[in-house]
């Protein structure tokens, strides 16, 4: 059954495909667009630094017809793919050394802050219940 699976047409255009989209993500999160260009401002350069993280993920099957030994039930498959990118700091690079400067997402905190208020409000909530029973 393994030398039907890899010399089909669909299975081998499919992985074919993944592969070029694969690439062309690849290609996309340089160098480049990670660091961003420098920028000049006076005596100094300063660069924005970026973090980039990309997800992929493949799968195909092949299912046999139970029924009266005949051919085969089918072929399927899917993929996905996923690329990020957000700002992190900006290294200011000057003659008396270098300084980076910490880019701070302010949802993010604020979502944290939130998380941790509402899990400080269900811990006293559950110790004031234990108290008066």
Do not use: C
Request: proline share 5%; no cysteine; hydrophobic share 45%.
């Amino acid at each position: 059954m393994s030398e039907q699976i890899s010399g089909h047409p669909l299975i081998e255009n499919s992985m074919n495909e993944f592969f070029a989209t694969f690439e062309r993500a690849q290609n996309s999160a340089s160098i480049d667009n990670v660091y961003g260009q420098p920028i000049t401002y006076g005596d100094s350069i300063i660069v924005p630094v970026a973090s980039v993280s990309q997800f992929f993920g493949i799968g195909m099957g092949v299912g046999a017809n139970q029924s009266s030994g005949g051919p085969n039930g089918g072929m399927g498959g899917g993929g996905t793919a996923r690329t990020k990118a957000r700002p992190v700091a900006l290294a200011e690079i000057m003659p008396e050394g270098v300084e980076v400067h910490p880019i701070i997402d302010e949802n993010r905190a604020l979502t944290a802050g939130l998380l941790f208020a509402a899990w400080t409000v269900v811990w006293a909530a559950r110790t004031l219940v234990k108290l008066f029973k």
